[in-house]
C-alpha cells in the first residue's frame, strides 16, 4: 500500500508570493491533517479535512487555508507569505477521526523556505 | 487541550544496549491514546507505537515498547538493543477523541544519538 505523499518536496518562494501544497493520503483514508514543524514553535496543528469538510482548525491566521477533494486529496494554501512561513509542512492521514485510536500516518513533507 | 512533555532535549546511548525516552502527559479528556513518532534527518514522522488511555497492557512493537503509567501520567518509550539507524528524533504526542478531530499535540521531543 503506498503512503501518504507530498508534492512538492522542497519550495522557495519571496515575501508576498502564495503557494500551494499537495497531500495524497493513503488509500482508504478520509482524514487528512496539517502541521507546520519550525524550530521554534515545534510541531503545530494548521487544520483537519474530513469527507471534503475542514472539522478542525489551529491557531493560524487567515492567510492559511485548505480544501479536501472527494478523492480525499488535500491542498493546503498560504497567501502573502511572510519570513515567519518558512517550515516543514506536514501531512498526515488516518482511516477516520475524532476518536483517540486514529492513528495518522505522515507524508515525507513539503520544505517551504521564503525569502 | 493536551500539553505533551518530554523534558530530555538529547539522550545518547551505546549501540545494542536499551534506552528509555521520558513522556508525560496532561489531559481532561477521558479517551486519549499516546503515540511515538521517530523523525530522521529526512523529516518524514515514522510512526512508532501506540498507547490508549484504556488498554491494560503495555503497548509492544518490535523492539519497541511503551512504559504506560497511568497514575504517573507518564507514556515513556523504551527502545531495546539500539542500533545505528535509530539515532533520530523521537517525538511523543497526544490525541483525544471527541471534537479534537485530527488534532495530535506534540512534545518538543528528544534527540536520540546511538554509539558504535
Partial sequence: KAGVTQTPRYLIKTRGQQVTLSCSPISGHRSVSWYQQTPGQGLQFLFEYFSETQRNKGNFPGRFSGRQFSNSRSEMNVSTLELGDSALYLCASSRTSGRATDTQYFGPGTRLTVL | ?116
Fill in chain 2, 1 to 116: 487541550a493536551q500539553k505533551i512533555t518530554q523534558t530530555q532535549p538529547g539522550m545518547f546511548v551505546q549501540e545494542k544496549e536499551a534506552v528509555t525516552l521520558d513522556c508525560t502527559y496532561d489531559t481532561s479528556d477521558p479517551s486519549y491514546g499516546l503515540f511515538w513518532y521517530k523523525q530522521p534527518s529526512s523529516g518524514e514522522m515514522i510512526f512508532l507505537i501506540y498507547q490508549g488511555s484504556y488498554d491494560q497492557q503495555n503497548a509492544t512493537e518490535g523492539r519497541y515498547s511503551l512504559n504506560f503509567q497511568k497514575a504517573r501520567k507518564s507514556a515513556n518509550l523504551v527502545i531495546s538493543a539500539s542500533q545505528l539507524g535509530d539515532s533520530a528524533m523521537y517525538f511523543c504526542a497526544g490525541g483525544a477523541g471527541g471534537t479534537s478531530y485530527g488534532k495530535l499535540t506534540f512534545g518538543q521531543g528528544t534527540i536520540l544519538t546511538v554509539h558504535p
